[in-house]
């Protein structure tokens, strides 16, 4: 394990790369970033970059691409079918992921959408450890339901559990005799568990899933898309896995399953996404599915360049230096906070940095949506834009009632090797002026709510004045400062 030491005594992250080329970003002011609130319908997806500061929202595609994956681009092999650049991704998804069969798809949830259309119908039901909202989307959009089946552990925000999003393997084992093995087509494992904080899991709890997956004859599905940052912290936390290398773990991870999916624009910073496997009969019931939604099974949908940029992405991700990058930042962001009693998710996970919005807005009821509404005032006070992950991205139950989500989450996004430590140090800044602050923010209601996945193009707006009574004390404390 590397870690380089401060002779002052300073714990800090220290950036193992150089910027070579920058993008200017724009800090713009307080009026016109409500003003921006109030154009995007108080929802950071609908945000320009032009008004955006520091852009959290996501690491999905917005990892910094190496030297590397720009220079392999330039060598794309443009072809409709049988291109060499296809040949090289085929190659290092059986090297990196050990998987034989791979199937392009043009990003995630493409790959879920895949899966649930060839596997789930009325009645089925599929265990996972977690939800991620698309994967549930296509799930119950093909009739089936979900069952989440974490420890209570998962849910406690101040915790120093290592592995939250392990999975609770007696209730999986009590749930598939429930709803009998035949109606379970497979079991969903998500690596660095999304939506309750970037979570992982241990090795440990993935053999034992694997078990009894193998009892019932049952599926074993990994959802990879962050499996390169959930197999750095089982070398960090899990004791067996201590001097093995990252190849070894993910190796070790990818063996228990018997399909691996990924969003390529978080496994391997860059976009695209597949479905693999080494087993022929799966590969060909999914096979036909490619050229139906995604485009020939030498593209599926992706650019030949981006398939070049994820060969040497999914290479690099074995690389610990490049891996550690964004969960090191995040730990330094969490501890910090932490330290000035912002209530935050810990341990540190992966993808970002989760601060809780059910604490610091315990005065706004989850019907006025306390984590959308804390991911407005932090935009509105700072230019940062993080994204709600509470009952706004949650989807209403099939009679049309609210489901009000577990945890009330804005997430900081800490995409690889993009942001400085000062930018994080402004981060630390005002999220504490805004924790401060926090009886200032008010709630937020609906104006247009789609019926899918509505926290995408959902618009709300305030139930009252609070932006302005935050405006109001931005100014006396900063004055002039953007
Ligand atoms: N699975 C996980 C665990 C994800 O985090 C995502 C995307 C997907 C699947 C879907 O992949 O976006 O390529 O279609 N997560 C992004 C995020 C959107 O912001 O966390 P996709």
């Known amino acids: 394990m590397q870690e380089i030491k401060f002779f002052n005594g300073e714990n800090i992250p220290l950036e193992l790369h150089k910027v070579r080329v920058v993008q200017k970003l724009h800090l713009v002011p307080i009026e016109r970033r409500l003003e921006a609130l109030h154009e995007g319908g108080f929802n950071t997806f609908k945000l320009k970059t032009k008004d955006v500061f520091l852009d959290m929202l996501t690491d999905s595609g917005t990892n910094a691409m190496s030297d590397n994956q720009m220079a392999a681009m330039m060598q794309a092999d443009d072809a409709y079918a049988g291109s060499q650049s296809f040949e090289r991704l085929q190659k290092a998804v059986e090297d990196v992921l050990g998987k034989k069969y791979y199937l392009p798809v043009h990003q995630g949830r493409a790959a879920e959408n895949i899966l649930s259309v060839a596997y789930v119908k009325n009645g089925s039901l599929v265990p996972m450890n977690y939800h991620f909202t698309t994967a549930m989307a296509h799930i119950t959009t093909n009739g089936g339901k979900i069952a989440e089946l974490l420890y209570d552990e998962a849910y406690v925000i101040n915790s120093d559990h290592p592995f939250k999003g392990n999975m609770n393997i007696e209730k999986l084992e009590e749930i598939i005799k429930l709803h009998e093995p035949k109606n379970v087509p497979f079991i969903r494992m998500e690596a660095s568990t999304n939506l309750i904080g970037g979570q992982p899991f241990?090795?440990?709890?993935?053999?034992?899933?694997?078990?009894?997956?193998?009892?019932?004859?049952?599926?074993?599905?990994?959802?990879?898309?962050?499996?390169?940052?959930?197999?750095?912290?089982?070398?960090?936390?899990?004791?067996?896995?201590?001097?093995?290398?990252?190849?070894?773990?993910?190796?070790?991870?990818?063996?228990?399953?018997?399909i691996v999916?990924?969003?390529?624009?978080?496994?391997?910073?860059?976009?695209?996404?597949?479905?693999?496997?080494?087993?022929?009969?799966?590969?060909?019931?999914?096979?036909?599915?490619?050229?139906?939604?995604?485009?020939?099974?030498?593209?599926?949908?992706?650019?030949?360049?981006?398939?070049?940029?994820?060969?040497?992405?999914?290479?690099?991700?074995?690389?610990?230096?490049?891996?550690?990058?964004?969960?090191?930042?995040?730990?330094?962001?969490?501890?910090?906070?932490?330290?000035?009693?912002?209530?935050?998710?810990?341990?540190?996970?992966?993808?970002?940095a989760h601060i809780d919005a059910m604490q610091i807005c315990a005065h706004i009821p989850q019907s006025e949506y306390p984590a959308g509404a804390l991911a407005a005032a932090l935009y509105l006070i700072s230019g940062i834009r993080g994204m709600e992950r509470g009952s706004v991205s949650n989807q209403r139950d099939e009679y049309g009632n609210e489901t009000y989500a577990d945890m009330e989450l804005v997430r900081l996004a800490v995409p690889r090797r993009v942001f400085t430590l000062s930018q994080i140090k402004y981060v630390e800044d005002r999220v504490h002026w805004l924790y401060q602050n926090r009886h200032l923010i008010g709630g937020l209601r609906f104006v247009y709510e789609p019926p899918v996945l509505r926290f995408f193009m959902g618009g709300l707006e305030p139930v009252n004045d609070w932006t302005h009574q935050l405006i109001a004390k931005f100014k006396e404390d900063f004055g002039e400062s953007l």
């Open 202 to 258: 241990s090795v440990k709890n993935l053999r034992d899933v694997r078990a009894l997956a193998d009892k019932y004859g049952i599926r074993l599905v990994l959802d990879a898309s962050l499996l390169g940052e959930n197999a750095y912290l089982v070398m960090k936390r899990e004791e067996e896995f201590k001097n093995s290398t990252m190849a070894e773990i993910i190796k070790t991870m990818t063996d228990l399953a018997d």
């Open 261 to 352: 999916y990924f969003s390529a624009r978080k496994l391997s910073s860059s976009r695209g996404g597949g479905i693999c496997t080494n087993n022929v009969e799966v590969y060909k019931e999914l096979e036909a599915y490619i050229p139906l939604y995604e485009g020939f099974l030498t593209y599926g949908g992706i650019s030949s360049r981006e398939i070049e940029a994820m060969t040497v992405g999914l290479y690099e991700t074995l690389d610990e230096t490049m891996i550690s990058q964004s969960p090191s930042f995040i730990k330094y962001l969490v501890d910090s906070l932490d330290k000035k009693g912002v209530p935050v998710i810990k341990p540190a996970g992966v993808l970002g």
